[in-house]
């Protein structure tokens, strides 16, 4: 049975408002995670320890019903680890390969900066081509594959920065701050109502609102969204005039800006349109582009960040009307 837009949108609504129920206060990080995986894409999650980033990851596992792993990325963790080894059973059968924890549908890669380069590119293949090869041998991964990764963004004794090409599978890098005062009221509440996350045996945080299929139905309603010839501009302005900035030693590349797009079309399903607005694209251009720049250094010494920089093309280029 295929679902209509509208009929997506409100599925959806019920996994975004079961989830805030959970995650007070996040409801635009909420929203870009739904977004991502929407897209088909991966997300990289930063903030400081304490914000919920875990727990966020966890619940919408719960309220789609899909299969979840998590993987806390060490120093010591290798390839193999991620993605699976073969092993000697005997002599009949030889060798059989062993799936490794990247073999799901939901995949939190919780403090991927804490593993070595070779770790976090074995992650690579997987998130770019939805496949792990393995012994001569490449192995699908589930349609719903999607890497949500964590990285705290003050500790970096011990961490390993994501180089650029690993960035740059990450459909966005969500930005998790501390939540207002009144919903972090409402979080004590809970709490003190007997909610406790980390309680051993606490497998399901919330009961399911939407089954896996449910999810691929969503996720294909993408496919239906148009895009109008000015908004492809409008997108395309965008990206462009990162390249051009003088504040910047590395624009936006093509790949961004088809991700811009694709994210704009995710945020329109979310919001039950067949058609993508200049705000959608507006709304996602910071947690899509900003770690796909690289600002030029004198201006990182004066503490400016790559979000001032796409903040300032956005404000510079015209929306279409």
């Given at each position: 049975m295929t679902i209509?837009?509208?009929?997506?949108?409100?599925?959806?609504?019920?996994?975004?408002?079961?989830?805030?129920?959970?995650?007070?206060?996040?409801?635009?990080?909420?929203?870009?995670?739904?977004?991502?995986?929407?897209?088909?894409?991966?997300?990289?999650?930063?903030?400081?320890?304490?914000?919920?980033?875990?727990?966020?990851?966890?619940?919408?596992?719960?309220?789609?019903?899909?299969?979840?792993?998590?993987?806390?990325?060490?120093?010591?963790?290798?390839?193999?680890?991620?993605?699976?080894?073969?092993?000697?059973?005997?002599?009949?059968?030889?060798?059989?390969?062993?799936?490794?924890?990247?073999?799901?549908?939901?995949?939190?890669?919780?403090?991927?900066?804490?593993?070595?380069?070779?770790?976090?590119?074995?992650?690579?293949?997987a998130m770019a081509e939805r496949q792990v090869t393995a012994d001569g041998s490449s192995r699908p991964l589930d349609t719903l594959f999607t890497v949500l990764a964590t990285q705290n963004p003050v500790e970096h004794e011990g961490t390993f920065p994501l180089p650029e090409a690993q960035l740059d599978r990450f459909l966005m890098k969500i930005v998790v701050g501390y939540p207002p005062a009144e919903a972090e009221l409402r979080m004590l509440e809970l709490h003190e109502s007997g909610f406790d996350p980390e309680r051993g045996g606490a497998t399901r945080l919330i009961d399911p609102v939407l089954t896996a299929d449910q999810a691929r139905e969503c996720r294909a309603l993408v496919d239906q969204v148009r895009v109008a010839p000015e908004v492809r501009e409008y997108i395309a302005n965008i990206t462009r005039a990162?390249?051009?900035?003088?504040?910047?030693?590395?624009?936006?590349?093509?790949?961004?800006?088809?991700?811009?797009?694709?994210?704009?079309?995710?945020?329109?399903v979310l919001d039950g349109r067949e058609y993508v607005t200049p705000d959608d694209i507006k709304d996602r251009a910071l947690p899509v582009l900003r770690h796909r720049l690289t600002l030029a250094p004198e201006l990182e010494v004066e503490g400016r960040t790559t979000d001032d920089v796409v903040s300032a093309v956005l404000t510079r280029i015209s929306a279409p009307v």
């Amino acid at each position: 049975m295929t679902i209509t837009v509208s009929e997506g949108s409100a599925l959806l609504s019920r996994v975004r408002d079961a989830v805030a129920t959970r995650i007070i206060g996040q409801d635009a990080v909420i929203e870009d995670v739904l977004v991502t995986f929407l897209a088909r894409g991966h997300a990289l999650i930063e903030g400081v320890p304490g914000t919920a980033k875990t727990l966020l990851v966890r619940t919408i596992a719960s309220a789609m019903a899909i299969r979840f792993t998590r993987i806390q990325f060490t120093p010591d963790l290798m390839p193999a680890d991620v993605t699976g080894v073969a092993l000697y059973r005997d002599p009949v059968r030889g060798f059989e390969f062993q799936p490794g924890p990247v073999f799901t549908d939901l995949l939190l890669a919780d403090e991927i900066n804490r593993a070595p380069a070779k770790t976090q590119a074995a992650l690579l293949e997987a998130m770019a081509e939805r496949q792990v090869t393995a012994d001569g041998s490449s192995r699908p991964l589930d349609t719903l594959f999607t890497v949500l990764a964590t990285q705290n963004p003050v500790e970096h004794e011990g961490t390993f920065p994501l180089p650029e090409a690993q960035l740059d599978r990450f459909l966005m890098k969500i930005v998790v701050g501390y939540p207002p005062a009144e919903a972090e009221l409402r979080m004590l509440e809970l709490h003190e109502s007997g909610f406790d996350p980390e309680r051993g045996g606490a497998t399901r945080l919330i009961d399911p609102v939407l089954t896996a299929d449910q999810a691929r139905e969503c996720r294909a309603l993408v496919d239906q969204v148009r895009v109008a010839p000015e908004v492809r501009e409008y997108i395309a302005n965008i990206t462009r005039a990162t390249r051009e900035d003088p504040s910047l030693v590395l624009g936006a590349s093509p790949r961004a800006s088809v991700a811009l797009m694709r994210a704009g079309r995710a945020a329109a399903v979310l919001d039950g349109r067949e058609y993508v607005t200049p705000d959608d694209i507006k709304d996602r251009a910071l947690p899509v582009l900003r770690h796909r720049l690289t600002l030029a250094p004198e201006l990182e010494v004066e503490g400016r960040t790559t979000d001032d920089v796409v903040s300032a093309v956005l404000t510079r280029i015209s929306a279409p009307v």
